[in-house]
């Protein structure tokens, strides 16, 4: 049995390597290097995955509910630990390699690979041929294909379309993709600020709504705000109609000060003295996120209506798809890469059942 699977990032790989020997693989990989966003994750330390994890941590929770119920992340943890990464797990349950690099994770799975990579290989057509798949004009034809080509998350707004663009060969169409754990473009002039960190309270309001508070680290720009807490904002504010949207900051939580010059960045100190802000309740009205190449993640894709719940295409079942192309997305802290590698759980046992009947 033959599998063409689209993509060479973390759920293809993953996939692989559970089929190791299992079955005849051959990747299409656009780029010419490969898994560039696992390299990327957690600032090249890979937060690999999140130990607490549940659907509530994602933008589709009735889907994530089900997928719970099948496979989680002590058992996607557990494979990794097998293949031989020893893992480090912080306060807040996040994973890491205890080498704390993102390459220990790429080697370890490529020393359990067992596939042909085509590289430089940019998909743009998939077509039946009978009961089989051709990839572009590829010579070779497949019995199965697993599409794995993520989002255009961080990607250069011209090579944005490329990891969607062969969905049109299969009548497949995406859900509007908007820019996920990115940073927010604000109507109030933060000039002055510009750099500036700061321990915060942070709470969304949309609709009049509170949406969601965290505390964290916020990082200021000239025109608007960033850094993890923040970026986590954008993940909930995408479930929104996004009307009047505005966060507030607390800085100096509970604390009080006789003296805000002694309590204060320089920066801040100036900032709030000369625009009379209330450092417990400074708003910042939302024009909107920063765009897809400054997002980690994408909110939107694949609609899951067309895909089974062990992520067949209903209309095609020999065709699977997982990871981030589908429109499922989390917050910071290792949940995306969780659900890269979950979908990929269910994706090669499903291909494993197929090999035995
Ligand atoms: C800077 C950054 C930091 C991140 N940090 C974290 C983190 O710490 N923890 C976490 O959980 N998540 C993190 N993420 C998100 C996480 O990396 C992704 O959700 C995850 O990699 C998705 O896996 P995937 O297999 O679906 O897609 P990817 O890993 O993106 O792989 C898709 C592959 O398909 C290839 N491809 C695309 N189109 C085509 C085509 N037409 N033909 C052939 N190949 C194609 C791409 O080049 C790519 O190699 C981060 C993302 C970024 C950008």
């Known amino acids: 049995m033959n599998i063409a699977i689209i993509g060479a990032g973390a759920s293809a790989l993953f996939l692989s390597a559970l089929l190791k020997n299992k079955c005849d693989i051959t990747i299409f990989e656009r780029n010419k290097k490969i898994a560039s966003k696992l390299l990327a994750s957690g600032n090249g330390r890979c937060n690999m995955l999140n130990i607490d994890a549940c659907?509530?941590?994602?933008?589709?929770?009735?889907?994530?509910?089900?997928?719970?119920?099948?496979?989680?992340?002590?058992?996607?943890?557990?494979?990794?630990?097998?293949?031989?990464?020893?893992?480090?797990?912080?306060?807040?349950?996040?994973?890491?390699?205890?080498?704390?690099?993102?390459?220990?994770?790429?080697?370890?799975?490529?020393?359990?690979?067992?596939?042909?990579?085509?590289?430089?290989?940019?998909?743009?057509?998939?077509?039946?041929?009978?009961?089989?798949?051709?990839?572009?004009?590829?010579?070779?034809?497949?019995?199965?294909?697993?599409?794995?080509?993520?989002?255009?998350?961080?990607?250069?707004?011209?090579?944005?379309?490329?990891?969607?663009?062969?969905?049109?060969?299969?009548?497949?169409?995406?859900?509007?993709?908007?820019?996920?754990?990115?940073?927010?473009?604000?109507?109030?002039?933060?000039?002055?600020?510009?750099?500036?960190?700061?321990k915060v309270l942070a709470t969304l309001y949309v609709d009049g709504k509170m949406i969601h508070?965290?505390?964290?680290?916020?990082?200021?720009?000239?025109?608007?705000?960033?850094?993890?807490?923040?970026?986590?904002?954008?993940?909930?504010?995408?479930?929104?109609?996004?009307?009047?949207?505005?966060?507030?900051?607390?800085?100096?939580?509970?604390?009080?000060?006789?003296?805000?010059?002694?309590?204060?960045?320089p920066k801040m100190y100036l900032y709030v003295t000369e625009n009379g802000i209330d450092i417990h309740s400074f708003r910042l009205d939302i024009i909107d996120t920063y765009g897809i190449k400054d997002a980690q993640v994408i909110n939107g894709g694949v609609d899951l209506e067309n895909i089974t719940d062990t992520f067949r295409l209903k209309k095609d079942k020999n065709i699977f798809l997982m990871g981030e192309m589908l429109d499922i997305d989390g917050v910071c802290g290792g949940y995306n890469l969780s659900f890269a590698f979950m979908s990929a759980y269910i994706v090669g046992s499903e291909l494993e059942n197929e090999n035995k009947n």
């Open 213 to 265: 508070k965290e505390r964290g680290e916020a990082i200021f720009k000239d025109d608007g705000i960033s850094g993890i807490v923040i970026m986590n904002m954008s993940s909930y504010y995408n479930r929104t109609n996004k009307r009047n949207a505005y966060i507030t900051l607390d800085i100096l939580e509970g604390l009080y000060p006789f003296s805000l010059k002694g309590a204060l960045a």
């Open 55 to 198: 659907a509530n941590d994602y933008n589709n929770k009735e889907f994530m509910e089900k997928l719970f119920k099948k496979v989680n992340t002590k058992d996607i943890l557990e494979i990794f630990n097998n293949m031989g990464i020893t893992t480090t797990i912080d306060s807040e349950g996040r994973v890491y390699p205890i080498s704390l690099s993102s390459e220990t994770v790429l080697n370890v799975l490529l020393d359990n690979v067992v596939a042909d990579i085509e590289f430089n290989y940019i998909v743009a057509k998939i077509s039946k041929v009978g009961s089989k798949y051709q990839i572009n004009d590829y010579n070779k034809l497949f019995d199965y294909v697993v599409l794995a080509s993520g989002s255009s998350a961080s990607i250069v707004e011209a090579k944005q379309d490329l990891c969607y663009s062969y969905l049109k060969s299969l009548n497949l169409s995406l859900n509007k993709l908007n820019p996920s754990l990115v940073g927010f473009r604000v109507k109030n002039s933060l000039k002055g600020l510009s750099g500036v960190r700061s």
